[in-house]
């Protein structure tokens, strides 16, 4: 099978205007993947699903990741002559910046016809907020349809033209995205208002002196 | 509480509505089938739209087991992650432990000795065998027969229980295979007692495959064309039911499957009596992968003297790394950041990715034959709702 560079190359050849990379993989599988722009990905995904070398019908997995916000440390380092005329110093200066973090879409492609695969997709939001988008691929791979609808339930990305972009694991009153990283968990899952608590509430507007030593309740 | 019927054009693709609000034929009717309904194998809902009889439109509503295993995981040691992987398709440990001890094994480089690898095919096949049996008296099940298949499988399964029980010290929740190599080696008694069963094993299959009203039940009925079937992720026997004979222990060739000799089963139709048929040629050819292994199991070591479990960490990296389960392509997706954790993981569970195709394959089907479609697709919710 062509190697993720090669397959870079094509499609640039083909989409010459989009941006496409290689995010190498430093581990021993060395399974590394292609970093798709958000504007032509829907377009590239197709012209990988029919190119006749790759015919990537079969799309196996979809996941979501989420990537924090992270500190990187840039090291230059720079030469400064020593005053006193001995020989120059090399000297290490350290700054720190803040990497926004995002979050990722990763898709694993195979051919059930030529047999061969992974080749790995990567989409990245631009950043971590709450609607964030990235096109989806359900038009080009029917496997992505339940798969996005998780990515979209429990990390939060929208993808753009998921003919039926619904949570599927929690229920639908849900507010928040478990499975991101900075996700905290309420006191009580089960907690729903009632008409109880919308009694007490009045009861003690009403009767200020009567009412008991006002216990809020939590909020859902 | 309110809930408002769908009009006609809110319909699924492909759905033809015969008729709607007209003197003769009536409403639509929408019904809630589960989650507490003895058809859908656990705690499984489906909105079904009927037409009379007719489905018309079928949305599948998951997540009532959901525990979110996946975090559960993340917040989990490499090693803490294997018991709960039992938990995924609480029917299939052995494959379950497999996958993920494959896929650590990838992501960290490391090799498995050469007695393990055996251990684990055998291991392997006996599961498919085991839940290629319950497949069949649950499908029975779903066609009216009650009980009866039912018990007959479990019989059978029971003697593959006591198997995994006596190597494992469980019956179900196995916990067998460690990064490296398995927990525990096999003793000659134990290969003694897996010979005898792979031996004995088929009468049960007897009493099923001509079974008139089976194939009355189940020919022509839920229909999958191949194409949809590659394009919608559907894997295992499923897929192979469609005519496409796309086995990973074939393709992707892991583990000693390149030694053995066995074969594809692939159907003709595509519909939920080649589902069936499928999978009880790959029982058969099970029993030709145990026989074989069961015949050349070499001697040594189970686990790799240099293996690590404890304080176990993986390089920077990450693999995407599947086996062929019971049930389809079984994944599991990990990120290393150096750390004692995995970044992320995931799991590519087969059985929740093959109901995409549920509401397809139902269009124009009686309400009855859902759940013999339903039953053919072989869900186990442990696995579809993590």
Known sequence: METPDQIRDRLLARFPGASVAVVANPGPAAQHSLLLGSGEARAMAEFLRDSPGLRLDFCSNVTGVDWLDREVTDVASKTIPDPAGGPPKLVEQRTKRLQPGYLEVVYHLYSVELRHGPVVLRLRTGNRSDRVAVPSLTPVWRSCEFQEREVFDLFGVVFDGHPDLRRILMWDEFKDHPMRKDYVEPDDYEWEPTPHADVLAKARRHYPAAAPAAKEEPAP | ?386
């Not at chain 2, 064309?225 to 222990?249: E, H, N």
């Open chain 2, 1 to 386: 509480m309110s809930f408002s019927l769908p009009s006609p054009l809110e319909s699924a693709p492909g759905a033809r509505v015969r008729a709607v609000r007209d003197p003769f034929h009536g409403d639509l009717l929408e019904v809630s089938m589960g989650p507490h309904h003895p058809s859908t194998h656990g705690v499984f809902r489906m909105n079904v739209t009927l037409d009379g009889e007719t489905v018309v439109k079928l949305k599948p509503v998951f997540g009532y087991l959901h525990r979110n295993h996946e975090k559960i995981g993340e917040n989990a040691s490499y090693l803490g992650s294997m018991p709960y992987t039992d938990r995924l398709d609480y029917l299939c440990s052995m494959t379950n432990n497999w996958a993920y001890a494959l896929a650590v094994e990838r992501l960290s480089g490391q090799t498995v000795p050469e007695r393990a690898e055996y251990l684990r095919v055998i291991l392997a096949e006996l599961t498919r065998l085991l839940n290629h049996t319950c497949f069949a008296g649950f499908i029975l099940q779903d066609c009216g027969a009650s009980g009866t298949p039912l018990m007959y499988a479990f019989r059978e399964r029971e003697k593959i229980l006591d198997l995994f029980e006596s190597l494992s010290g469980s019956r179900m929740m196995c916990n067998f295979q460690r990064f490296g190599g398995c927990r525990a080696d096999a003793t000659p008694e134990w290969l003694e007692a897996a010979r005898a069963l792979v031996d004995g094993y088929g009468e049960f299959e007897e009493l099923l495959t001509g079974n008139e009203i089976l194939m009355a039940r189940t020919q022509g009925v839920g229909r999958l064309p191949a194409k949809l079937a590659v394009g919608a992720g559907i894997t295992g026997p499923m897929l192979r039911a469609s005519g496409v004979g796309y086995d990973l222990r074939k393709v992707d060739g892991y583990g000693v499957y390149p030694r053995l000799d066995f074969r594809v089963p692939v159907g003709a139709d595509g519909d939920t009596y080649d589902r069936y048929m499928v999978r009880v040629l790959e029982m058969r050819e099970s029993i030709k992968i145990l026989r074989q292994a069961l015949g050349t199991l070499p001697g040594g070591p189970v686990m790799d003297p240099k293996a690590r479990l404890r304080g176990f960490r993986a390089k920077p990296g990450e693999v995407y790394s599947r086996i062929e389960g019971p049930k389809g392509e079984i994944g599991f997706f990990l990120i290393s950041d150096g750390g004692p954790n995995p970044y992320r993981y995931r799991v590519r569970p087969p059985s929740f990715i093959n109901l995409t195709v549920l509401e397809d394959l139902c269009l124009g089907h009686s309400i009855a034959d859902t759940v013999v479609i339903l039953g053919s697709i072989d869900i186990v919710l442990g696995e579809v709702d993590r």
